[in-house]
């Protein structure tokens, strides 16, 4: 791992992970579907199951594909350990049932991924599991005054999934780490190559695999990476709690990882240049990119990231639902759906007011959240130009 840490990105995505010698001289790994492994003695048996990390005695607990797929995706973050589930919510499941028992408290960024609120305010509510949202803006001096002796983690997003505010990632760990308190961090936007979560005093960084890793919409993952004092725990309860992901999915995973590099320097370039035209159009009353100089947190953009995915937002200024409708509904490039991180480019109206607690979400018009694929950027433009035509009502 030494070794591979100190070359360059793009070599340690093709060699990461991989043992070709082991697959008798295969460049990828095998899919296994397993449930059932057969020893051929007792003193086999017991070994295997001796080792809960990385013994191969029943499939749930892991095939070699996916301890590839885990020793990659460890080895990009610089963590000790990964441990993968079934999609990016299983990850936030895991990893947050890893660190919280009864009684205790949660601090969680306001802007968090929707999901992740449902899963604070319902689930673990239920057992007995309060959390605390704040502004995701907030500064280090006033995270001190949010910790209490109950308070076990600290969850970050930055920049969030839906209205990219930008935390000031190593100064609120640096607060959370003197009072002991664990952070987890939802890495999915930049992924390990633009942003360096466990560099940053992130103690679990969590993706959803499915979105870049995979990069073709067509698989579930999640993925946990962790210090060495966290991983035990966190291995224990995805055990515990029964996830494992499909083998198929995670060769799929394992797959996109080779060319995310590729992927990412042209989700990045192209969702630039369209932000910089959205930002000139009248229609438009603000572009919500963390690259772009108007972003409120540009500044710690431009100190803790490498770079900038494909995913961004930008709010129209008033206009009717129905003029709303015929822009999006004509488009025929930018698909409307619940994802993002794929190849192709996505589109999705927006609420993010409906779920805030601790700040106030304020926006002139409609709010749109884009996802720029790997087409031609001037494509995309000439799509949303013909979709700006329907919006003012002259096609």
Known sequence: MTSQRRMKTATRLVHAGRDPAAQHGMVNPPVYHASTVLFESLDALENAAANPFRGIYYGRNGTPVQFAFEDAVAELEGAHGAVTTCSGLAAITVALMSVAESGAHLLVTDNVYGPTRKLCDGLLAGFGVETEYFDPTLSAEALEALIR?????????????????????????????????????????????????????????????????????????????????????????????????????????????????????????????????????????????????????????????????????????PVERARLAAMVDGLSLFGMGFSWGGYESLILPINPERMRSATVWEASGPTLRVHVGLEDVDDLIADLEAGFERLAGRA
Not at 159 to 183: C, K, M, N, Q, W
Not at 251 to 263: D, K
Not at 282 to 298: K, L, N
């Open 149 to 317: 002796p109950e308070t076990r983690a600290l969850f970050l997003e930055a920049p969030g999934s839906l209205t990219f505010e930008i935390a000031d990632v190593p100064a609120l760990s640096a607060v959370a780490r003197r009072h002991g308190v664990a952070v987890l961090a939802d890495n999915t936007w930049a992924t390990p190559l633009y942003f360096d979560a466990i560099g940053h005093g992130v103690d679990i960084s969590i993706h959803a695999a499915t979105k870049y890793f995979v990069g073709h919409a067509d698989a579930m993952l999640g993925v946990i990476n962790c210090r060495e004092a966290h991983y035990p725990r966190v291995k224990k309860t995805a055990a515990a709690m029964g996830y494992c992901a499909g083998p198929d999915d995670i060769y799929l995973g394992l797959r996109g990882l080779r060319t995310m590099g590729q992927r990412l320097i042209q989700h990045d370039a192209s969702a630039r240049r369209l932000a910089d035209w959205l930002a000139d159009r009248p229609e438009v009353a603000r572009v919500i990119h963390p690259a772009r100089a108007d972003h409120p947190q540009h500044a710690l953009f431009r100190r803790d990231f490498s770079g900038a995915s494909g995913l961004f937002a930008f709010v129209l200024e």
